[in-house]
């Protein structure tokens, strides 16, 4: 895997598309609005912002799934936007996320039940090293379970992309076999460069927010977007490298739908 290659192409492909881009700047402007509302003290304006954002909620997730799906085939094009298509596809995001935050979760609540009501009587008895020690241990166990979720649900977003089944982004132990083709140092090289563009991004383009009003709305409507498309894209182009080796099974998939 060229990941060199990926970050490139990654980075390209916002500019090989500027003339889509202004669909995901009229998304992303969405959220901008209930923010707006508040500064200028507007009730009504706020009420369209809530509407607008149950709408970004509904369409962005779908929108950015196809983004992955591009990257996935290969292809550099930005894809067509479909309502019906796109907010099916937002649905199955979103349940998507909420299953692979159910042992996350069970974690935040299982460790605060246990370590909860000792962490409180060490605080009593002003045993404030040992308190210290319980609730680091608490942060860490939460912190790492949600980070390797967060990070199964990278691979299972692209699965369910590739795929176009929730039920096959749902078999974790496919993903984690997804995740152990595509090679644990090559996901580590990736992440590594990723967050080194995108902070290089946000930082060079920072400067934005300061110029009242207008740059948030600069910042929000077409920075944001763009760094989105770039990180989705390459999750999608990371997926490419064993997209050949699923093409039996997701030929199998499509006949048992078809039947």
Avoid at 227 to 255: F, K, T, W
Wanted: charged fraction near 10%; glycine fraction near 6%.
């Amino acid at each position: 895997m060229d990941v060199g290659k990926i970050i490139l192409n990654s980075f390209k492909y916002p500019l090989r598309n500027i003339a889509k881009l202004p669909i995901l700047f009229i998304l992303f402007i969405l959220i901008a609005i209930v923010p707006i509302g508040m500064v200028m003290d507007n009730k009504y304006l706020m009420f369209i912002g809530l509407i607008g954002f149950f709408v970004f909620i509904l369409v962005v997730p779908g929108y950015m799934l196809s983004i992955v799906k591009t990257g996935s085939i290969g292809s550099s094009a930005f894809p067509s936007f479909n309502l019906t298509n796109t907010v099916y596809d937002s649905i199955r995001v979103l349940c998507l996320r909420m299953v692979y935050m159910i042992v996350p979760a069970v974690m935040f609540f299982g460790v605060l039940t246990l370590l909860g009501p000792t962490s409180v009587d060490l605080l009593r008895n002003f045993q404030i090293h040992t308190f210290i020690a319980t609730l680091g241990l608490m942060v860490l166990l939460i912190v790492f379970t949600y980070l390797l979720f967060e990070f199964f649900l990278f691979f299972a977003k692209a699965r369910l992309a590739f795929f176009n089944s929730l039920s096959e982004a749902l078999k974790i132990n496919k993903v984690i076999g997804d995740i152990l083709n595509i090679g644990i140092f090559n996901i580590i090289k990736w992440l590594i460069l990723m967050v080194i563009l995108i902070g290089v991004i946000s930082f060079v383009t920072s400067f934005v927010l300061s110029i009242p009003y207008v740059g948030f709305l600069i910042y929000i409507g077409i920075i944001i977007p763009v760094i989105e498309s770039i990180s989705n894209y390459s999750v999608g182009l990371v997926y490419s490298n064993i997209a050949r080796n699923n093409i039996n099974d997701l030929r199998r998939l499509q006949r048992e739908i078809q039947f």
